[in-house]
């Protein structure tokens, strides 16, 4: 499956590269589990800091503004990070009488500016609206393109050095169906296999068949589930018996699962659009080459 590619951070510099997917700085309180503190309202005073009231309200607006998250309440973190996110913003108000002294500086007033588009960006990307119908749509016009998987195939296998052995361990092997054979080809592989997988009984898992070096995955490709190579397949690591125990063909991601990456894509798509719109009216002229 291809990935849409959805950008982390909202900024001018790096927005909208099509086709991952990415969250803001804490992620919707990812990583922060825990009861929320109870009573707590706007006015709820918190901390005093030089006589200051520190008020939930306005630890809201602190944490909103470095995270670029209006969602993000006091009310609604894990009650035993209260009071770090307390001391964090006290910190800063200890540093700021010192730090204010650049704001005049071209350097902060650039940054200043930076941070506004920034944040502006963001707010926009929240505030846009993706229904259902739309994602969609998208779904059923790209499947093809980013939400069709790869077939897999389930499979054993013995590697020997010898074709004689192979071939007399594949003749062990005809006859059996079901379990038996299984259980036939798991004995065999823990005896005589040279590869890593003979621990597990020759157990190589799901894999892509593009994975495989072309004789392997030709051989496996051919199989149907339960069916064994009945000659020895040759590679350049030596003489392989094949049980394919399963296989996966082409399907598609189930809408419900991608429909998060449609949805931020789609808003991403919707903002370029209104970012576009306001620099067609900018009247720009370069003097440098």
């Given at each position: 499956?291809?990935?849409?590619?959805?950008?982390?951070?909202?900024?001018?510099?790096?927005?909208?590269?099509?086709?991952?997917?990415?969250?803001?700085?804490?992620?919707?309180?990812?990583?922060?589990?825990?009861?929320?503190?109870?009573?707590?309202?706007?006015?709820?005073?918190?901390?005093?800091?030089?006589?200051?009231?520190?008020?939930?309200?306005?630890?809201?607006?602190?944490?909103?503004?470095?995270?670029?998250?209006?969602?993000?309440?006091?009310?609604?973190?894990?009650?035993?990070?209260?009071?770090?996110?307390?001391?964090?913003?006290?910190?800063?108000?200890?540093?700021?009488?010192?730090?204010?002294?650049?704001?005049?500086?071209?350097?902060?007033?650039?940054?200043?500016?930076?941070?506004?588009?920034?944040?502006?960006?963001?707010?926009?990307?929240?505030?846009?609206?993706?229904?259902?119908?739309?994602?969609?749509?998208?779904?059923?016009?790209?499947?093809?393109?980013?939400?069709?998987?790869?077939?897999?195939?389930?499979?054993?296998?013995?590697?020997?050095?010898?074709?004689?052995?192979?071939?007399?361990?594949?003749?062990?092997?005809?006859?059996?169906?079901?379990?038996?054979?299984?259980?036939?080809?798991?004995?065999?592989?823990?005896?005589?296999?040279?590869?890593?997988?003979?621990?597990?009984?020759?157990?190589?898992?799901?894999?892509?068949?593009?994975?495989?070096?072309?004789?392997?995955?030709?051989?496996?490709?051919?199989?149907?589930?339960?069916?064994?190579?009945?000659?020895?397949?040759?590679?350049?690591?030596g003489y392989h018996i094949i049980l394919v125990e399963a296989k996966k063909t082409n399907n598609y991601m189930p809408f419900?699962?991608?429909?998060?990456?449609?949805?931020?894509?789609?808003?991403?798509?919707?903002?370029?659009?209104?970012?576009?719109?306001?620099?067609?009216?900018?009247?720009?002229?370069?003097?440098?080459?």
């Amino acid at each position: 499956m291809k990935k849409l590619i959805v950008a982390g951070i909202l900024s001018v510099g790096a927005l909208f590269a099509f086709p991952g997917m990415g969250g803001g700085m804490m992620g919707g309180n990812a990583g922060l589990v825990g009861k929320p503190m109870k009573g707590l309202k706007d006015s709820t005073v918190l901390a005093e800091y030089n006589g200051k009231k520190i008020t939930v309200a306005e630890l809201n607006a602190y944490l909103q503004g470095i995270t670029g998250d209006n969602r993000i309440r006091v009310q609604d973190l894990p009650a035993q990070h209260v009071k770090k996110f307390v001391q964090q913003y006290i910190d800063t108000l200890a540093l700021y009488s010192k730090a204010k002294s650049i704001e005049n500086t071209p350097q902060f007033k650039a940054a200043k500016m930076k941070l506004a588009v920034d944040m502006w960006l963001k707010q926009r990307y929240n505030q846009i609206k993706i229904s259902d119908a739309e994602a969609k749509k998208f779904y059923e016009q790209n499947k093809d393109i980013y939400f069709k998987t790869t077939p897999q195939i389930k499979a054993r296998h013995i590697l020997v050095k010898d074709e004689k052995l192979a071939e007399k361990l594949i003749n062990e092997l005809k006859g059996l169906h079901g379990k038996a054979l299984e259980q036939k080809f798991a004995e065999l592989a823990k005896k005589y296999s040279i590869g890593p997988s003979k621990v597990q009984g020759g157990e190589l898992g799901w894999f892509d068949p593009k994975q495989m070096v072309p004789q392997f995955a030709k051989a496996a490709e051919q199989l149907k589930p339960g069916q064994i190579t009945l000659k020895p397949v040759h590679t350049r690591f030596g003489y392989h018996i094949i049980l394919v125990e399963a296989k996966k063909t082409n399907n598609y991601m189930p809408f419900e699962k991608v429909k998060p990456q449609i949805v931020a894509y789609l808003k991403q798509l919707k903002l370029k659009k209104e970012i576009d719109s306001i620099r067609k009216n900018e009247k720009v002229k370069y003097l440098v080459k």
